[in-house]
C-alpha cells in the first residue's frame, strides 16, 4: 500500500537485547512519510521498545534504523531532536515549572551555542500553545495541571520542537474518553493539515483501527502483521498475535473495522495449529 | 488548584530581583559585622576605612591578617561548597542531594588521616609542613568521586546509582578514618577531628590564593555546564528526546560539582549541612531561576559558614570550637524537618 511513496523511517533488521533477553529479534518495519503509523501488541511484545529504539533513546545490538536513507546513529543529539520528536509514555516535570518554560524546553534543540532564544522560537512556542489549546495556561504550574492539561502542554512541548517526525508512547494511557478522542483528534489534525508522520503506541485496539493509515501488530520482538487497519483486524490474528476471542464488525460512525472480544482465545490458537 | 496557579512572570521576575538585592546587602553586611567582631571590637567606619586602605597599623594587622582571611575562607568556601550542592539538587531532581552523599567529603577526611599518619615521626610531629594538608583531602576527595565513578562503570549515567555508590564509598572512608583515628597518636586525632568538623580559623591568605586559583576555572566550566540544566530538570526520557546528551551531560555535571566541593573542603575541612540547606534556601526564595538560584545558593552558604564562624568567636572565645559543628548543629534540624515536610506531602 505505502510502497509507491518512499519511507521515511525504515527498520532494518534490528535486534535489541536487554542483557540476556531478546526484547526486538531482527525486527524490519518501513514507517511510510506522512501517514499515521500506530503500532499495537500485547504487554512486552516490545512495541514501546521499538518506538525508543527509532528516536534513538535504545541502541540495538545488530541492524539500523534509516531516517530519509540515513543511518540516525551517524545523527547528532539535537540535529536527530529537531527530526524526531518523541512524547514518553510517563512524562515527568518539576511542578512548579510552568506551562510555558515546559513548551520552550522543546526548543532546545533548535537553540545555538551563541544565539540561545530568537524570534523565531518564539512563534513555535505560541503556535505550539495554540495549536494544543495551552495558551490560556501558560503561566500555570504544571503540578496545578489535570490530566488531560498535562497531556496537552507536554504535547505543546513535542510540537515546539517542530519535528517532521512525532512518536507517542501510548499518549492517551491515564485520560477519560474524552480527552482520548481530544488528544488523537489533535494528532491526527496534525498529521493531515501539517503532513507530519506520526508513529503511536497504542493498547486500544478500537482506537488504533481508527486513527491509523498503517496498523503494525508487533508480537514476541517481530512484527507480526502490517497494513491497513482492515488487512489486520481479522479474528485468527488477533487470536495469535493478542490471544483474544473476537468479533470484528464495522463501526457504523467512521467505518473502521473494530473488535469484541468474547473471552481469551487459548482454544482458538490451538486448532488453529 | 488556582491559587497557586496564577502568577505574572513580570512581578515574579520583580521579585526575584529585589530578593536577590537584599540577600547581596546582607551578605555585604554580615562580611562587615564578621570582620568586626572579635576579641576585640573594630567599629565599622574602622573597618571600611582599613578596607579601602587606610587605617592605623594594628588595625591593619588585624583586619587584614588575622579577621578577613577567615572571613574570605568562610565566604569563598562556602559558596563553593553551596553551588556544588545546587548542581547535584538541580541534576538528580532531589531536594535531598548533597555533595556529602557524592563521598568527596569523607574521601578527603580519609585523605587527611591518612597524610597525618604518614608524615608523622615518633615523637607525634609532623614531618613535612602542614600546608601539605589541603593537596591530601583533594586527593583523598577525588580518589573518592573517582571510585564512585569506576564502580558505577556503564550506569554512571544514572543519578540513583551514583547517589548509592557514593554513600557506599562515603561509608567506607568514614570507618576507616575512625580506624586511623582510634590506632593513631592522640595528637593526630585531636588535629584530625579539627578538620573533620571545618573550620577556617588557621588559614591563610596563601591558601586562600590557591583555593581561588583552582575554583575560577571550575566555577566557568559550572556556568557553562548550568546553561543545560533546564532540560535535564525534565525525565530521562523527554531530556534526550529534545536533544540533550543526558548521560555524558549527567556525568559532567556530578564531576565538576564534585571538584567545587573537594577545593572547598580541602582547605575548610567538613563542613556539614551547607551544601544542602543553602541551595534549599535558595529555591524556596528565587524558584527556578537558574543564575539567580546560583548566585543565591552561593551567597547563602556563604553567609551560613560565615556566620558559624561568627558565632563560634563570639560565643565560644576563647575556645576555638570548629565552625563546622555550628553548621551542623543548625542544618541537621532542617534536614529533619526537610524529611519530614516531604513525608507530608508524599502522605
Same mark, same amino acid.
Given at each position: ?68 536513507? %540515513?543511518?540516525?546513529? #551517524?545523527? !547528532?543529539?539535537?540535529?536527530? &531532536?529537531?527530526?524526531?520528536?518523541? /512524547? @514518553? +509514555? ?51 504550574? %504544571?503540578?496545578?495541571? #489535570?490530566? !488531560?492539561?498535562?497531556?496537552? &502542554?507536554?504535547?505543546?512541548?513535542? /510540537? @515546539? +520542537? ?62 507480526? &502483521? ?48 | ?347
Amino acid at each position: 500500500m505505502a510502497d509507491l511513496v518512499p519511507s521515511r523511517i525504515e527498520v532494518r533488521d534490528l535486534t535489541l537485547m536487554y542483557g540476556h533477553d531478546t526484547v526486538l529479534d531482527a525486527l524490519n518495519l518501513p514507517i511510510p512519510r506522512g501517514k499515521v503509523t500506530v503500532l499495537a501488541g500485547p504487554n512486552g511484545c516490545g512495541k514501546s521498545t521499538l518506538l525508543r529504539a527509532i528516536r534513538r533513546l535504545h541502541t540495538g545490538q545488530k541492524g539500523q534504523i534509516l531516517l530519509d536513507g %540515513i543511518d540516525i546513529a #551517524s545523527l !547528532g543529539a539535537k540535529d536527530l &531532536a529537531r527530526q524526531i520528536g518523541l /512524547l @514518553a +509514555q510517563n512524562p515527568s516535570a518539576p511542578p512548579d515549572m510552568t506551562v510555558e518554560e515546559l513548551v520552550r524546553l522543546g526548543r532546545y534543540p533548535h537553540q545555538a551555542m551563541l544565539q540561545p532564544w530568537s524570534e523565531k522560537d518564539g512563534v513555535a512556542v505560541n503556535r505550539a500553545m495554540d495549536g494544543t489549546g495551552v495558551t490560556g495556561l501558560k503561566h500555570r504550574r %504544571i503540578g496545578s495541571l #489535570s490530566g !488531560g492539561q498535562l497531556q496537552r &502542554a507536554w504535547i505543546a512541548m513535542v /510540537l @515546539a +520542537q517542530e519535528t517532521d517526525v512525532i512518536c507517542l508512547d501510548e499518549p492517551v494511557n491515564h485520560l477519560d474518553m474524552a480527552h482520548q478522542l481530544d488528544c488523537l483528534d489533535l494528532v491526527s489534525k496534525l498529521n493531515k493539515e501539517d503532513g507530519r508522520t506520526i508513529v503511536l503506541v497504542l493498547h486500544d485496539l478500537n482506537l488504533a483501527a481508527r486513527y491509523a493509515d498503517q496498523l503494525v501488530f508487533v508480537h514476541e520482538g517481530h512484527v507480526r &502483521a502490517l497494513g491497513q487497519p482492515e488487512e489486520l483486524m481479522k479474528p485468527e490474528l488477533l487470536a495469535e498475535v493478542f490471544e483474544v476471542d473476537a468479533a470484528i464488525m464495522t463501526d457504523p460512525v467512521h467505518g473502521r473495522p473494530i473488535c469484541i472480544p468474547r473471552g481469551r482465545a487459548k482454544a482458538a490458537v490451538k486448532e488453529l495449529a | 488548584m488556582s491559587t497557586l496557579a496564577v502568577t505574572a512572570p513580570a512581578g515574579r521576575r520583580f521579585g526575584i530581583g529585589a530578593i536577590v538585592l537584599i540577600i547581596v546587602g546582607l551578605f555585604v553586611l554580615l562580611t562587615l559585622a564578621a570582620i568586626a567582631f572579635g576579641s576585640t571590637w573594630i567599629p565599622l567606619e574602622t573597618v571600611a576605612n582599613v578596607i579601602l586602605g587606610g587605617g592605623e597599623k594594628t588595625e591593619k594587622l588585624v583586619v587584614w591578617q588575622l579577621r578577613m582571611p577567615r572571613v574570605m575562607a568562610a565566604a569563598i568556601a562556602g559558596a563553593a561548597i553551596s553551588f556544588s550542592g545546587y548542581l547535584l539538587q538541580r541534576i538528580t531532581r532531589n531536594e535531598l542531594a548533597s555533595p556529602g552523599v557524592l563521598g568527596v567529603v569523607d574521601g578527603a577526611a580519609l585523605g587527611v588521616v591518612l597524610f597525618l599518619a604518614i608524615f608523622s615521626n615518633e615523637s607525634n610531629a609532623l614531618t613535612v609542613s602542614v600546608a601539605w594538608q589541603p593537596l591530601a583531602a583533594a586527593i583523598g576527595a577525588l580518589t573518592a568521586i573517582s571510585l564512585v565513578f569506576i564502580l558505577s562503570g556503564r550506569q554512571s549515567s544514572s543519578a540513583i546509582r551514583l547517589l548509592l555508590f557514593g554513600i557506599a564509598i562515603a561509608a567506607v572512608a568514614k570507618a576507616l578514618t575512625t580506624v586511623f583515628m582510634l590506632v593513631g597518636p592522640v595528637y593526630q586525632a585531636a588535629q584530625a577531628a579539627r578538620w573533620l568538623a571545618g573550620a577556617v580559623n588557621a588559614i591563610s591568605w596563601s591558601e586562600i590564593q590557591i583555593m581561588a586559583i583552582c575554583l575560577v576555572p571550575t566555577v566557568l566550566v559550572a556556568l557553562w555546564l548550568a546553561k543545560d540544566l533546564p532540560p535535564a530538570d525534565l525525565d530521562d526520557v523527554s531530556s534526550r528526546s529534545i536533544g540533550l546528551n543526558l548521560p555524558v551531560y549527567r556525568i559532567a555535571v556530578f564531576f565538576v560539582a564534585a571538584v567545587l566541593t573537594s577545593i572547598a573542603v580541602a582547605f575548610v575541612g567538613g563542613v556539614g549541612f551547607l551544601g544542602l540547606i543553602a541551595p534549599h534556601l535558595a529555591r524556596l526564595l528565587v524558584g527556578r531561576s537558574r543564575f539567580a538560584g546560583i548566585l543565591t545558593s552561593c551567597l547563602l552558604g556563604a553567609m551560613m559558614l560565615i556566620g558559624a564562624d561568627l558565632l563560634v568567636r563570639v560565643v565560644f572565645t576563647p575556645l576555638e570550637v570548629p565552625a563546622g559543628t555550628v553548621t551542623a548543629i543548625v542544618g541537621a534540624p532542617y534536614f529533619l524537618f526537610l524529611l519530614m515536610r516531604k513525608d507530608k506531602t508524599n502522605g
